[in-house]
């Protein structure tokens, strides 16, 4: 289905949802985005709840279903039913917006996660464990907006790191560089919307009370395809 009959379609069964069920939706949205899961192949992310703050102490969200997922998915199932999936979808999210609003203080914890994500992007100063306050996917597997962080914890940098993305393996090299480090990795068979970071930091020790966090030292590899 093309996008533009997908938008269409799903703002036709936006008009079909009960008003009383929208109450704090701000927006039901489509993306052209393909979201694949970290671990599992041919999984993908349909849609997602995307909770913000208005000032006050009602929670708003948005609801976006990604129009690449569905195509990933419908491309690899031909009995793939494009309406039977988006309202199932779209319900689905419309229930995660009740949980956002009976969990503000998890709310609060993704905001400053989203916030310190931003700011690294941006090239400012970051905590260097803020994804741990964002969405855990897998064991080690974290998510904060389209970046997806994958946390090692070591003595010093390996040479070499292997990982799971997506249903296959691949391997990079590790510069030397001081902890934590900041490894995002490029070539990926199904990368996502954002980065793959890999984190490799020390576990936490007594000095690092008095030290202080050091600022993350930040890098980019190519990957090699294992399978």
């Not at 939706?25 to 993306?31: K, L, R």
């Not at 741990?132 to 897998?138: H, L």
């Not at 990079?172 to 070539?187: D, K, S």
């Amino acid at each position: 289905m093309r996008l533009q009959h997908f938008k269409a379609m799903v703002e036709r069964m936006a008009t079909e949802i009960p008003r009383e069920y929208l109450d704090g939706i701000a927006a039901i949205e489509v993306s052209e985005k393909a979201v694949p899961h970290p671990l599992r192949d041919h999984v993908y992310t349909l849609g997602e709840c995307i909770p913000f703050h208005t000032g006050t102490d009602d929670v708003m969200s948005r609801v976006v279903l990604h129009h690449g997922s569905f195509q990933a998915l419908a491309h690899d199932r031909p009995d793939f039913d494009w309406r039977e999936e988006a309202w199932e979808t779209l319900l689905h999210e419309l229930r995660h917006h009740l949980e956002w609003r009976a969990r503000t203080d998890e709310l609060e914890a993704y905001d400053w996660a989203a916030e310190q994500s931003f700011a690294r992007a941006e090239g400012e100063p970051f905590d260097p464990l803020f994804f741990r306050a964002g969405e855990q996917v897998g064991d080690g597997v974290y998510r904060v907006d389209d970046d997806v962080f994958l946390e090692r914890v070591v003595r010093a940098p390996p040479a070499t790191a292997d990982f799971g993305w997506h249903g296959r393996q691949y391997r990079v090299a590790v510069p030397p560089e001081p902890l934590p480090l900041y490894l995002t990795v490029e070539g990926l068979r199904h990368p996502p919307p954002g980065d793959v970071v890999l984190v490799f930091r020390r576990k936490p020790r007594l000095v690092d009370l008095f030290r202080g966090a050091r600022r993350p030292t930040e890098r980019r590899a190519e990957v090699e395809a294992l399978n």
